[in-house]
């Protein structure tokens, strides 16, 4: 089985940083594209980066220049800095990977459970 556990999210004040982490574990063969994903009540899930295991990237355009994607291949977890925070980015972020599985032919999606994280103004 394989598990993504999210972890660094809380309560900021407009203008701060935060970073969050999520550790893949499991019974990995290799990892492709990890992402971070966000939820508010109501809304769809939108996409706010991603990273394939070459190190390439993609960023929602209103966290352009404020977050940063970030991977480590040999601990399979992924990061994202969020800077210069704003209330709008309130929300639960969601970790996503795309993972091959020891001993399977195809690769899955996986998600984590969530992080809040809560920018005050």
């Known amino acids: 089985q394989v598990q993504l556990v999210e972890s660094g999210g809380g309560l900021v004040q407009a203008g701060e940083s935060l970073r969050l982490s999520c550790a893949a574990s499991?019974?990995?063969?290799?990892?492709?594209?990890m992402a971070w994903y966000r939820q508010t009540p109501g809304k769809q899930r939108e996409l706010v980066a991603d990273?394939?295991?070459?190190?390439?990237?993609n960023y929602l355009d209103s966290v352009k220049g404020r977050f940063t994607i970030s991977r480590d291949n040999a601990k399979n977890t992924v990061y994202l800095q969020m800077n210069n925070l704003k209330p709008e980015d309130t929300a639960v972020y969601y970790c996503?990977?795309?993972?091959?599985?020891?001993?399977?032919?195809?690769?899955?999606?996986?998600w984590g459970k969530g992080t809040l994280v809560t920018v005050s103004s």
């Open positions: 499991g019974r990995i063969s290799s990892v492709n594209t």
């Open positions: 990273i394939t295991s070459a190190g390439g990237t």
């Open positions: 996503n990977a795309d993972i091959l599985y020891v001993g399977w032919e195809y690769s899955a999606e996986y």
